[in-house]
């Protein structure tokens, strides 16, 4: 019998959980609060509708249902079966009757948090592979969902903001986009601070590095990529204005 309650014991995997619902709560919040057509407009990225979007966070959720399966039973079962198919998905996602693409994010999104529910406590530590090829524990498999929904509630351009964000979230995030900076190389010459903390990331062996200054939130915002609103450089662009942040996926 499927049980009624998470098996998981771990208090910070229960929290992450917690977290992780709370943010697809909150993406299901903007998500109805839109009209049938309002679905077609503009989204905060490039060439992507709100369809995009829904049908995306929809179909994250099945992928990553299905890397909860594989820690579940030890049967391997990929996010995708590569990466064409997974923008293919999407892109027919974005056709989808308004009812189809709301039923798709509401159903799937219960899925995932059921096979969440039912996985024990022994299985959370099982080895899975990410879309991008890490081999990680399915417990990552909470942070990847949390901050897909918490993101992309900001991506439907309906009113949310980094701001609504818990800032838990919003500095893992950093960290994370900016590991993958140091990962890649790509952080060379720029540091993020954050106003009000100590929370430093970046190059600290450059002379002179560009210093990206804000609060949490619109930190957070510039190096996602979704904004510069808020931030400052100590030194501007070739233009002027505040440099791009460095790709992170």
Request: charged letters at 25%; zero cysteines.
């Amino acid at each position: 019998m499927a049980a009624r309650h998470d098996l998981a014991t771990d208090p910070r995997l229960q929290e992450d959980l917690l977290q992780a619902r709370r943010g697809t709560a909150y993406f299901a919040r903007k998500l109805n609060e839109l009209t049938d057509a309002e679905l077609d407009g503009g989204t905060r990225l490039p060439d992507w509708t709100r369809r995009h979007v829904v049908a995306h966070v929809g179909y994250n959720a099945r992928a990553i249902a299905r890397l909860v399966e594989w820690a579940a039973t030890g049967v391997e079962t990929p996010m995708y079966s590569s990466t064409e198919a997974r923008k293919q998905e999407i892109e027919f996602g974005a056709t989808l009757s308004p009812i189809a693409l709301r039923n798709l994010f509401d159903h799937s999104a219960v899925h995932l948090s059921v096979e969440w529910r039912d996985l024990p406590d022994a299985n959370w530590s099982n080895e899975i592979r990410t879309a991008q090829g890490r081999t990680v524990p399915a417990s990552e498999t909470v942070w990847m969902r949390s901050r897909e929904v918490w993101i992309h509630a900001v991506d439907l351009d309906n009113g949310a903001t980094f701001n609504d964000i818990p800032a838990s979230v919003l500095e893992r995030l950093l960290r994370d986009i900016t590991g993958a900076w140091k990962t890649r190389g790509t952080d060379v010459g720029l540091q993020i601070k954050v106003t009000g903390t100590d929370l430093v990331f970046g190059d600290n062996t450059t002379t002179n590095p560009t210093i990206i200054t804000g609060p949490l939130p619109s930190v957070v915002e510039w190096v996602t990529g979704r904004g510069s609103a808020g931030v400052s450089p100590t030194i501007p662009s070739e233009n002027g204005g505040i440099p791009a942040a460095p790709k992170w996926i």
